[in-house]
């Protein structure tokens, strides 16, 4: 008797389960072989339920998983997605409705306000925190590492509560010349200890 595979369940807009699938279903096919799973989705209701064998499945695998087809769902095209595989990507999901209301015509005007005009503050974004940015539907999605992912938050959040671009950038700027001088003490220390090894050896 075959026992039950433990399963794990997501659930995507259904607008999306087209490039979870890919062509002819192509990233189907490539999550499955990568991750050693079995993706059965339901094209009707946007559920996709991953099975998996616990015995030779590494259940962080299985997380790293359910977060990529979280960050299809919001928007992310698969390469940038499987980012994602890396130890040190992290998914951030902002739900735009909760922050602003029902209204179609403020949710689109902070999406706007968010991606600029022709991208060029998505674009900036993304350079100035080294994160990947979506914007689709309700949702913001956000892939970086876990300081460059939380400057990202606090600038959106800074755009939906009507802060100018110049004052986002501004903060992101002092931001990431932090993030350098930690970066560069972390670096300088790490040096002084080889120093200290090479001496005492």
């Known amino acids: 008797m075959e026992v039950d595979k433990p399963i794990v369940s997501v659930r995507v807009p259904i607008d999306r ?15 499955e072989s990568l991750f050693g799973v079995k993706l059965m989705i339901d094209g009707s209701t946007g559920d996709i339920e991953i099975q998996f064998d616990p015995s030779n499945t590494d259940r962080l695998k299985i997380e790293k998983l359910r977060a990529m087809l979280n960050a299809i769902g919001v ?34 005007r902070i999406k706007g306000r968010i991606i600029g005009k022709g991208g060029r503050a998505w674009k900036n974004i993304e350079e100035m925190t ?42 992101l700027e002092k931001m990431r010349r932090e993030l350098k001088r930690r970066s560069l003490q972390i670096w300088e220390s790490e040096a002084d200890l080889a120093g200290l090894r090479t001496r005492g050896e």
């Open 130 to 171: 080294g994160t990947l940015l979506s914007v689709h539907g309700r949702y913001v999605g956000i892939i970086g590492g876990l300081e460059g992912s939380e400057a990202t938050k606090n600038a959106i959040m800074m755009l939906v509560e009507g802060k100018q671009h110049k004052s986002i950038y501004k903060y």
């Open 75 to 108: 928007g992310f095209s698969p390469p940038k997605a499987l980012r994602l595989s890396e130890d040190d990507m992290f998914l951030e999901i902002i739900d735009l409705q909760e922050l602003v209301g029902k209204s179609p015509q403020e949710l689109e």
């Open 17 to 31: 389960i087209g490039v979870i699938v890919g062509k002819e279903g192509t990233v189907k096919k490539k999550l």
